[in-house]
Nanobody, 123 residues
Framework: QVQLVESGGGLVQAGGSLRLSCAAS????????MGWFRQAPGKDREFVAT????????YYADSVKGRFTISRDNAKNTVYLQMNSLKPEDTAVYYC????????????????WGQGTQVTVSS
């Protein structure tokens, strides 16, 4: 079982940038695919991005493609989400998640979750 702690959320103006971090402990980090998901007020949690254990394979939701970049540093047991050109509709609680083996876009495939970090984008 791996434990996950997100950080880096905050308030930013539209068009700005933020970088979220998710620190993992308690497992062999490189063996886990990592994902970012988000939940806006009144909406279901949705997929944002995922990355394989090696960092070679990534997938993105269409809504963030070209603006967000997921990356990882296995030496630091950390996954990142660089968010550029932020929009008010990106406002949500962002969660990182981990699963053994391959990355997927389905949140039901992930069995390790962080507590979330709030991102608020003002217009």
């Amino acid at each position: 079982q791996v434990q996950l702690v997100e950080s880096g959320g905050g308030l930013v103006q539209a068009g700005g940038s933020l970088r979220l971090s998710c620190a993992a402990s308690g497992g062999t980090f490189s063996s886990y695919a990592m994902g970012w998901f988000r939940q806006a007020p009144g909406k279901d949690r949705e997929f944002v991005a995922t990355i394989s254990g090696s960092g070679i394979t990534t997938y993105y939701a269409d809504s963030v493609k070209g603006r967000f970049t997921i990356s990882r540093d296995n030496a630091k047991n950390t996954v990142y989400l660089q968010m550029n050109s932020l929009k008010p509709e990106d406002t949500a609680v962002y969660y990182c998640a981990a699963r053994r083996t391959l990355p997927t876009t389905l949140q039901s495939d992930y069995n390790n979750w962080g507590q979330g970090t709030q991102v608020t984008v003002s217009s």
